[in-house]
Each structure stands twice: as structure tokens, then as C-alpha cells.
């Protein structure tokens, strides 16, 4: 038997640096979508940011919220106190709180938080010092990605969780990084590749995708990636960068569907005839005359 799928709805900032907005997409992500997770982030902009960069335009001004780059992101940042409070409304709705910290500074706030689980973006996955951290002080589950990582530094990674004893909490995701990625950059057989190399020794494979659809879930999820991770969002055109490669709720809660039927379907047959198919085995078979 296929182990469940676990659907994580990605918001990450795609609340627009609105809390009720959050909040509502806690509330649909839980009761309308059925997703298992809803993801934010957390960052400490000042930190993760050298000086130039963070005084510097956006690279894309139409979705910007600030005057520089610095501005943008600390007017989608939530402070720990209201992550506090996503994580009660996720308790209240009945979804699991996540968020993908990209600092030291926001590993340890989120820690401080007790989540189920954390995530490192695969921008930050050589962010060694942070990593080190969580290992040492945070118990719960940490899922990381693998866009745009040189095989060399996934074996470090592994290595550095192995040698912590915390490999069996890894959840590594096959992914790759871009917004939204063209079906033939996908490389769906990166799941395969992992599996065999890694998934004697982590939690679990999983897949991030950044594409458009939910077809390639389903695949990604038949050739053994337990853990689905879609951007999410409640209307598509919205100003901001990831919203154009993120499913709105209908989209999340086909996707949810599908793995749930995939799920079903991944068998063999429990005998050589099913009941199902006796009554028209009686009536359609061949009989030689």
C-alpha cells in the first residue's frame, strides 16, 4: 500500500501583509479545500538582505509593495506574535501550521512556536549555522527542498542530518526552482533519483512544484512522493510574484481529490477476480461452444 498523500497549501506571502487575508485562507485552505497543511514564511529581512539589496528597487516594480526590495518584503512580513496567532486559527480550523524560515533569527522565533513542522526553501538550504539549530533545538519534523542544489551539497545535507541523529525527521523535496516551470524543466524522474539514493535514510521524498496544473502531482505522487507542496492563493491575479504560479481553492481541493482517488487506485488486485468483476465475467466471458 502507498503510504496517504499529504497536501501542503503554500500562502506563503501571497496574503498581501494582510492578516485577515491569512486568516481566510487558513479557513478555505481547511474547509473547502481539505488540504493537510497551510504554509507561511518567515524572514528577518535585515538579516537575510546585504545593505544593497535591501535598499534596492524591485526587480519587478508592478509587484512591489515598497519603494526598495527591503521595503516590499518587511510590508509582507508577519512578526512572531501573529504567526502565533496563524497557528491558532490553524488549531481552530483543523489544519496543520507550517512556515518556511530563510534566518536563524526566524528559525528561532518559529521554533519557539512548537509547529509539527518547519521548512528550509531551497535558497536556504547551505544555510549550514540554521540548520545546525534546528537540529539541536527544534523536535518537530523539517521538510527541505532541493531546487536548484548541486548533488554534492544534497550529500552534505544529508550527511550533516545523519550525523545530528535527525535524519529520520528530514523530509527532502524534489524541486525546481522557478515561477512558474515549463513541464520539460519539471524532471519529475528527480524523484526516482532521490528515493533511491536518500529515502533509505530520511523521513520521506516529497515533491514542490511550481508549475501550472495538477496533473504532474499525481505522477510525482505515484513515483513516491508522499508530501505535495503547491503555491496557493485565492485569486490568481493578484499583485505580488507568486501568485501567477499558485493554485487558487479550487484548484487545491481538485488536487486533494485526485490524490486522495490516486491513493485508493495504487493496489493490487486482492484476488484473481474481483466481486466486481464475477458478475461480468458470468455474463461477458467467452465460452468455447
Same mark, same amino acid.
Given at each position: 500500500?502507498? *503510504?496517504?498523500?499529504?497536501?501542503?497549501?503554500?500562502?506563503?506571502?501571497?496574503?498581501?501583509?494582510?492578516?485577515?487575508?491569512? !486568516?481566510?485562507?487558513? #479557513?478555505?485552505?481547511?474547509?473547502?479545500?481539505?488540504?493537510?497543511?497551510? !504554509?507561511?514564511? #518567515?524572514? =528577518?529581512?535585515?538579516?537575510?538582505?546585504?545593505?544593497?539589496?535591501?535598499?534596492?528597487?524591485?526587480?519587478?516594480?508592478?509587484?512591489?509593495?515598497?519603494?526598495?526590495?527591503?521595503?516590499?518584503?518587511?510590508?509582507?512580513?508577519?512578526? /512572531?506574535?501573529?504567526?502565533?496567532?496563524?497557528?491558532?486559527?490553524?488549531?481552530?480550523?483543523?489544519?496543520?501550521?507550517?512556515?518556511? +524560515?530563510? $534566518?536563524?533569527?526566524?528559525? *528561532?522565533?518559529?521554533?519557539?512556536?512548537?509547529?509539527?513542522?518547519? *521548512?528550509?526553501?531551497?535558497? @536556504?538550504?547551505?544555510?549550514?549555522?540554521?540548520?545546525?539549530? &534546528?537540529?539541536?533545538?527544534?523536535?518537530?519534523?523539517?521538510?527541505?527542498?532541493?531546487?536548484?542544489?548541486?548533488?554534492?551539497?544534497?550529500?552534505?545535507? /544529508?550527511?550533516?542530518?545523519?550525523?545530528?541523529?535527525? =535524519?529520520?525527521?528530514? +523530509?527532502?523535496?524534489? @524541486?525546481?526552482?522557478?515561477?512558474?516551470?515549463?513541464?520539460? $524543466?519539471?524532471?519529475? &524522474?528527480?524523484? +526516482?533519483?532521490? #528515493?533511491?539514493?536518500?529515502?533509505?535514510? +530520511?523521513?520521506?521524498?516529497?515533491?514542490?512544484? %511550481?508549475?501550472?496544473? /495538477?496533473? /504532474?502531482?499525481?505522477?510525482?505522487?505515484?513515483?513516491?512522493?508522499?508530501?505535495?507542496?503547491? %503555491?496557493?492563493?485565492?485569486?490568481?491575479?493578484? !499583485?505580488?510574484? $507568486? %501568485?501567477?504560479?499558485?493554485?487558487?481553492?479550487?484548484?487545491?481541493?481538485?488536487? *486533494?481529490?485526485?490524490?486522495?482517488?490516486? =491513493?485508493?487506485?495504487?493496489?493490487?488486485?486482492?484476488?484473481?477476480?474481483?466481486?466486481?468483476?464475477?458478475?461480468?465475467?458470468? #455474463?461477458?466471458?467467452?465460452?468455447?461452444?
Amino acid at each position: 500500500m502507498y *503510504k496517504k498523500p499529504r497536501l501542503i497549501a503554500e500562502a506563503g506571502c501571497n496574503h498581501k501583509g494582510e492578516l485577515e487575508i491569512a !486568516k481566510e485562507l487558513i #479557513k478555505i485552505a481547511s474547509i473547502f479545500c481539505k488540504a493537510d497543511v497551510i !504554509k507561511f514564511q #518567515k524572514r =528577518n529581512n535585515k538579516e537575510l538582505l546585504t545593505k544593497e539589496q535591501y535598499n534596492a528597487p524591485h526587480p519587478n516594480p508592478a509587484n512591489s509593495y515598497g519603494d526598495t526590495y527591503g521595503a516590499h518584503r518587511e510590508f509582507l512580513e508577519f512578526d /512572531v506574535e501573529q504567526h502565533r496567532q496563524l497557528k491558532e486559527w490553524c488549531e481552530e480550523f483543523g489544519i496543520t501550521y507550517s512556515t518556511s +524560515v530563510w $534566518d536563524l533569527t526566524s528559525a *528561532k522565533e518559529i521554533a519557539s512556536l512548537k509547529p509539527e513542522l518547519i *521548512k528550509i526553501p531551497s535558497a @536556504c538550504n547551505n544555510h549550514y549555522e540554521m540548520l545546525e539549530w &534546528l537540529c539541536d533545538n527544534y523536535e518537530g519534523e523539517i521538510h527541505l527542498s532541493f531546487g536548484m542544489t548541486m548533488h554534492e551539497e544534497e550529500d552534505k545535507i /544529508v550527511r550533516l542530518f545523519e550525523d545530528k541523529g535527525r =535524519n529520520k525527521d528530514l +523530509v527532502i523535496y524534489s @524541486c525546481t526552482s522557478g515561477y512558474p516551470v515549463p513541464y520539460e $524543466d519539471i524532471a519529475l &524522474l528527480e524523484i +526516482v533519483r532521490l #528515493k533511491d539514493k536518500f529515502g533509505a535514510r +530520511v523521513k520521506e521524498v516529497g515533491f514542490s512544484g %511550481h508549475h501550472l496544473g /495538477v496533473a /504532474v502531482d499525481i505522477a510525482a505522487y505515484t513515483l513516491g512522493a508522499t508530501t505535495i507542496e503547491r %503555491h496557493y492563493t485565492l485569486d490568481r491575479t493578484w !499583485k505580488g510574484t $507568486d %501568485h501567477a504560479a499558485s493554485l487558487e481553492p479550487n484548484g487545491i481541493r481538485r488536487l *486533494k481529490n485526485d490524490l486522495v482517488a490516486t =491513493n485508493k487506485a495504487l493496489s493490487y488486485k486482492k484476488e484473481e477476480i474481483l466481486d466486481i468483476e464475477k458478475v461480468q465475467r458470468e #455474463k461477458l466471458k467467452y465460452r468455447e461452444r
